[in-house]
């Protein structure tokens, strides 16, 4: 039997022959056509392959959750340009172009992916070792079709309607130039094809490594994670999506939208009846254990992404405050921090004030060359999440470290199931009377719980749900809400207000929350400013010693940064802050609000003499063109049968 030919190097999804004009899927973990599998170990090999395609800096480890994060309420980029970059990169402004280089390696990896993931189904599936009662290798075969979806769900979301292919390249002879697909016939393919695997499959405790017994636990693909992702996919299937009508597109959903929001009810609640995952960690833990490299099977993250130490993912580097260096060093062992990744201005005020989420997701300082804390006068807010910083001093990576932390990106958390199980027992059921609507009220609940100390869960958890609870549009709308709080700063936020069909109401309050406040700041009070008069535009501070506890912050070395109330403004502090400092933390004092203002939603909505803002009817707006365009190359090489729409 011939040895397969595995090429682990990075590789790129290749498209070559235009001069036949094939789309031509070249893979790096490549087998002769007539080679077979013999045992397990060499399967799980391979399969290592499939799992190789997550761990890129071109897609999850960075550009999923940082490049392609789009404004919205939440995640927030600042553009002080009217005009887009040549370059074509600007998509965080929904003003991307087909030529960025971005979209192309995203394109590329999950390509790449779906190509080593396609090989291998085929090869187990083919091999003589291979046996129905055989859960290692049920395991193995639903963990690569898992994957599968992963890449092909996550394309569809930002591209909709795609090429799709279930085989290996090599099978499709002559036919390279893989179809476009509908959108929704992929999604329901792969949910009924998880549904084929699941009930083979292993939940994270039972995974292990040969004969050493490793535990794989969350760092590998398991029964509840592809529940999970049963439950996703039909929410993006159940939910609205931009369709190609007219010149930008129209936001529709398809008539049976409700017969995948019962998919995702049922299988969000087989996770939870599983028991497999709680809320058990505090909600800060969750992410300062990740920046540690600690892994707990049982608890919120059902499916981490596993990178290397000093190999690959930018979490905590364009998460977290900027930390600068000189020429390359830091004076302490954590070393520098881009902190590109940041929020919208005004999500900090959106919390309740006794969320301690809030406290713990946004970051309002960075850390200059010296190591001194210095308040961030800026449009944005630090996404503090995964900071550099949070690693215990010995986990550190260094002080000439940057990039390439090793942080794991939690995929799907429990939390998100709970909240997607809300959802849709409240769409299914027409608010909580139903069957189902006790389970529905306690899932939400546990979220919240864990938002909130024990002394306030009668107020803010079990008087404030009980409220929400009343009709199925206000328990709609605290779940539009909650996993705003929740799931800040990890790129979800736009994807839900997508399928929701909210994405442009909130773009378009947000572009004027904006230039309310500005023109305040130059003295002009638009309609709407009413609203912002109690924001502490004029804050105080002091810099203390590091308290030295990671209750309060968590890197108990850096000195810190104390505000005196940050919620309202004050004249003074008064007693006890006599050497504060006073900083505006909106910094806008002109007549006209600046380019920050004007231009960062600019591919929907802009300010300035050529600006749309003031024809848009917040009853009637257009959508907005979230989804991005097919790469160059993919079109040029596909003889004319690719094209981009809305308005490309």
Known sequence: MRKPILIFSVLILLFTSCKKGFLDVSSDSKYEADYVFGNKEEINRVLTAVYASL????????????????????????????????????FRAFDGAQHGPSVQRFWNKQYEGIERANIFIEGIQNSPAFNKNDKDLTQMLGEAKVLRAMFYHDLVVMFGDIPFNTQPSMNLKSAFVIPIRDRNEILSFLIEDLRGVAS????????????????????????????GMIARMALTRGGYALYPEGTIGAMKRMADYKDYYRIAMQYADSVISSGMHNLGKSYRNVFIDQTNNIVTNNDDPMFEIPFLRNGSSNLGFVTGGAVGSTEGVTNHVWGGVNGGMRLNAFYAYSFDRKDIRKDYTVGYWNYDAAGQPQVLTDYTLYNNKWSKLWADAGRALGNQSAGNTGINLPYMRYADVLLMFAEAVNEVEDG???????????????????????????????????????????FFNAIVQERKWEFGGENMRWKDLVRWNLYAKVVYDSFKEYLIVASMGGGDFMEGSEDYQTLPFN???????????????????????????????????????????????????????????????????????GGNWESLNRNNLPPVRYILPFPNQAIQLSNGAYKNQYGY
């Open 539 to 609: 804050k105080f501070f002091r810099r203390i010693p590091n308290p030295g506890d990671k209750n309060i912050y968590p890197n108990t070395a850096l000195p810190i940064i104390e505000f005196y109330n940050p919620w309202e403004a004050t004249l003074h502090p008064g007693t006890g802050w006599e050497t504060a400092t006073q900083y505006v933390w909106y910094n806008e004092d002109t007549s006209m609000p600046r380019a920050q203002i004007l231009y960062s939603f600019r591919g929907y909505i802009k300010g300035g003499p």
């Open 200 to 227: 083979g499959m292993k939940y994270a405790h039972q995974t292990s490594e040969g004969e050493s017994g490793t535990e794989f636990g969350i760092e590998r693909v398991s029964k509840a994670f592809c529940y």
């Open 432 to 474: 909580l009377n139903g069957s189902n609507g006790a389970k529905a009220l306690d899932a939400f609940k546990q979220v919240r719980r864990r938002a909130f100390i024990v002394d306030d869960h009668d107020e803010k958890v079990e008087s404030y749900t009980n409220t929400v609870a009343a009709s199925k549009e206000s």
């Open 55 to 90: 761990m890129s800096n071109d897609t999850y480890g960075n550009a999923y959750f940082n490049t392609f994060a789009l404004n919205s309420d939440v995640e927030f980029s600042t553009f002080s340009s009217e005009l887009p970059n040549v370059n074509g990169e600007e």
